[in-house]
């Protein structure tokens, strides 16, 4: 099953703020630490795959214990809304002890490049501190739009919005706002229009940017200014 979201801002996730020394010794010692908690029998259909959600369970401990609460996304698979396909369930998942030792450390790899992802985005998405409300508010809705199709481009399935809406929050609290403020502010966008196993229109997705920029700035976006069209095209290719 998907860990338990409980980081909710990004100065949690940010990989600026939380270092990640890795290399090959590394990936080995992770690698032998976990083949350590694999069952020489596993449980199978018969047993409820009990082993093997146990061994999930010490692995997602290794990893947390080793590199941070940052990590503990190392296994929101896809079927589940989140971003790694390296890593399923533990029932789908736990096999030998080489196999399960190297999907968990392609999904721990998979999860930090998701954030160092995220972190690009967000700097490069972020409205310049000297812009004026006009101006925020328009760096606001393409944010807003960019952010929600990448989660719906990431390969999220059920529950992909719940990703989008995570991942607006983080980009709103990377920008300096307070969590409760971020919060209500992605709450009060989406207002419900984002559904689990529904990809929305594209003109959706642009109400929702609108409706967050206009929340946080009382103005409407720009729309088709040639100042900024070279901006839009870098945003779209990205």
Do not use: K
Not at 37 to 42: A, E, R, Y
């Amino acid at each position: 099953m998907p860990p338990a979201r409980q980081l909710r801002s990004w100065d949690d996730l940010d990989p600026a703020r939380h270092p990640f020394p890795w290399d090959a010794d590394e990936e080995a010692h992770l690698g032998s630490l976990v083949r350590e908690w694999v069952p020489p029998v596993l449980s199978g259909m018969e047993g409820w795959w009990e082993g093997e959600r146990w061994c999930e369970h010490q692995v997602d401990a290794i990893i947390r214990d080793r590199y941070g609460n940052w990590a503990q996304g190392w296994n929101w698979c896809y079927r589940y809304g989140g971003p790694i396909g390296s890593w399923v369930t533990g029932p789908s998942s736990v096999t030998t002890p080489d196999e399960t030792a190297a999907r968990a450390v392609a999904a721990l790899l998979e999860w930090r490049q998701w954030l160092e992802e995220m972190a690009w985005r967000f700097a490069e998405l972020a409205p310049p501190p000297e812009a004026s409300p006009e101006d925020r508010s328009w760096h606001l809705e393409r944010a807003c739009v960019r952010l929600v199709t990448v989660v719906l481009d990431s390969g999220a399935e059920g529950g992909w919005h719940g990703l989008a809406t995570q991942v607006l929050r983080w980009f709103l609290t990377s920008t300096g706002m307070g969590l409760e403020d971020a919060e209500e502010a992605v709450e009060n966008a989406i207002g419900g229009r984002f559904e689990s196993w529904v990809t929305p229109e594209r003109t959706v997705i642009e109400s929702v940017g609108d409706d967050l920029a206009v929340g946080l700035t009382g103005h409407p976006p720009y729309r088709g200014h040639r100042e900024r069209e070279a901006l839009e095209d870098f945003h779209d290719r990205c």
